[in-house]
Structure formats: structure tokens, C-alpha cells
């Protein structure tokens, strides 16, 4: 088991900036480590994924805006956002898969005022 602890959302004007943090709760390998985000009345999508290895997804609608990376050794994860826009807001979730497990963390909202 591990919890994975997000930081970072709140409300920023359209065109700004947000870091949001992931931290997992003990030292494990994670295989994949991700955001997904869930606006009202929608389905959850995935937003950015970034392997134990480095390499990298990310949705086109953040191609270019977004900024996923990880630092292994201390299981932690950030999500770089910039040249944020109000179809940005979101719940955002952190996701983590160990082994054969998925684990998410509580969500922090995003909101992006126009």
C-alpha cells in the first residue's frame, strides 16, 4: 500500500502559472507515475505520464503548456503547468502504479479564471 499526497492547485488568471506536487508516502518502485484531471461533469482524462524510465505522454490539449517529471529516488512528482486556460480547471489526481496496483491520491482543484 502507499498514499499519494498531491499539493499545489488553487486559482490562478488565465495565461499564468501552477506547480502542482505528488509525494508518495513510503519508499517503493513505482513503474508509472501521472495527472489525470476531472472537470465538472466529465470524465477523468489523462493529462501527463511519465515512466520510472523518463519518457513521457501527455495529452494534446497541454502539448507545449505542460511539464511532467519525477524524481525517483524520493518517489515525488511534479506537474509544470503554464499558459494556463479556463478549460484547464479541473480536479487534478495524481496516479501511481506499483506492480500490478493503481493508487491516486485525493485530488487538488485548478482553477483558471478568464
Known amino acids: 500500500q502507499v498514499q499519494l499526497v498531491e499539493s499545489g492547485g488553487g486559482l490562478v488568471q488565465a495565461g499564468g502559472s501552477l506547480r502542482l506536487s505528488c509525494a508518495a508516502s513510503?519508499?517503493?518502485?513505482?513503474?508509472?507515475m501521472g495527472w489525470y484531471r476531472q472537470a465538472l461533469g466529465k470524465q477523468r482524462e489523462l493529462v501527463a505520464i511519465?515512466?520510472?524510465?523518463?519518457?513521457?505522454n501527455y495529452a494534446d490539449s497541454v502539448k507545449g503548456r505542460f511539464t511532467i517529471s519525477r524524481d525517483n529516488a524520493k518517489n515525488t512528482m511534479d506537474l509544470l503547468m503554464n499558459s494556463l486556460k479556463p478549460e484547464d480547471t479541473a480536479v487534478y489526481y495524481c496516479?501511481?502504479?506499483?506492480?500490478?496496483?493503481?493508487?491516486w491520491g485525493q485530488g487538488t482543484q485548478v482553477t483558471v479564471s478568464s
Open positions: 496516479y501511481g502504479r506499483v506492480g500490478w496496483s493503481d493508487y
Open positions: 511519465v515512466r520510472s524510465g523518463g519518457s513521457t
Open positions: 513510503r519508499s517503493i518502485f513505482i513503474n508509472s
